[in-house]
């Protein structure tokens, strides 16, 4: 269907990135993003990405940075992955017309945040929304979020703001008893090996500690519902830890094997089991396949975040928070 070129209209949206607490890792059919275990998300609305759509007239497709405060190039891989998920899209609603997306995040490209979950996101609403317009049919968020996760996996949670669930089910909010969290992510600089978190995917099924995999995140997925309703975070904090462990030992394990973990990784790792030894209390940490260590605050926390961060962190790391005070706090 071609649907017209008479004005350049445009679309423009912003959707936020999440952070997994029961990690996607593992595919059950690569080519559609099927993943061999469910995983579980908190949806990180401070870390979001821009996505603009406008018609072209010479019926190409193509993506440029949007300008903004952290202007970004996207890699000629990343790009590809980029445009196909659109053609994707397009085809799912019949459109043959080209566009100029632009997209650009409101955090800085060097920080170690994966952008992914968010751009795809964005990339799959406006287009949903634009085409939506432009021919008639509507699309729910459901299928929305199905059809992000052809794109980018993770992405898919994106389209839920809480607790978010992606399963043989779908994709869907669970009610918990978080409430609104803070987060900061410290950054602690590059791990030694680049491995792509797609190549990631692959590779893990080839180490020996996967077998069991599914049935240690299918029990602990389950313990972290259970865990925020009612909120019992100490158990809900030592459950997330060693997941991470669990994905990173898959990573390490492998064959070829391959890790993230930087030194600067362990120092603020030891610094949060020192933290939580100390007061009984802290943050939930996790990791994505990268060096960088994620937290997640309570909101009657905020003292005690902000005592964390002036210990641990002031003058020392790089940290990129949505806590008062804190913000992008670069050294
Ligand atoms: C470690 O969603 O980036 O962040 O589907 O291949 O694009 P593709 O992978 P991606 O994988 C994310 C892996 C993770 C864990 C998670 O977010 O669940």
Redo the contacts with the bound molecule.
Sequence with gaps: MLLGLTMAKSWQVEMPSNI?LI???GKKDVEK?IPTNA?L?WTLNHLTTTAQLTMNTDGVDRWEPLPSDYPFQMSATGREKFLNHFLRIKDSFGVTDGFTIASGNNFPADCGI?S??SSFAALTEVSCRAFAELSGKSVDVKTKANLSARG????CRSFFNGLVQWSDDGVALMESELGSLSHMVVIVGGGSKKVS??EA?KRVASSRLFQGRVQRCEARLQDVINFTKPLDWPRLFETVWAEFWD?HALFETSTPSFGYFSPGTIEVLNGVSEFWAKHGDGPVVTM??GPNIHLLWREDQNDLSLQYYTEALQGRWTCLSNIEGIGFAKI
């Design positions: 997994a990690k996607y890792m993003n995983s998300s994966a992914s979950a980018s996996g993770s992405s978190s797609s995917h994905m994505d396949a």
